[in-house]
């Protein structure tokens, strides 16, 4: 999580006055511990991962996790300022569909 973080701020991804009015997606997050770091500095975080954790992980971190596949995921009416994602593309059947998805809510 601290290299993600890392990775983040060295990319001036974190850089904002007001970190309440900024939200983030993680696509693929897991247990949403990255999200839950990112939500104890003030970002508004949502996460999605179909993985049987983030049930667990949505309790205990109070993150919303939504467990729909990406492709579904990306029809919502939502936006968000950020969105990433850390080793996820490899398991992808369609990659370059789910990231123009990615992108109509970024």
Known sequence: MNGRLRI???FGLLQHDNPANVRILEFGCSE?????ALKQKGYQVMGNDV????DDAEK???IHISRLPIEEFC???DKFDLIMSFHVLE???D???VM???ANIL
Request: glycine residues 8%; aromatic residues 4%.
């Open 75 to 77: 029809n919502i009416n």
């Open 95 to 97: 990659p370059l569909t």
């Open 8 to 10: 983040l701020n060295r």
């Open 32 to 36: 949403g511990m990255l999200l839950y």
């Open 60 to 62: 205990e971190l109070g």
């Open 91 to 93: 398991h992808l059947c």
């Open 51 to 54: 993985c049987a954790v983030a």
């Open 100 to 102: 123009q998805k990615l």
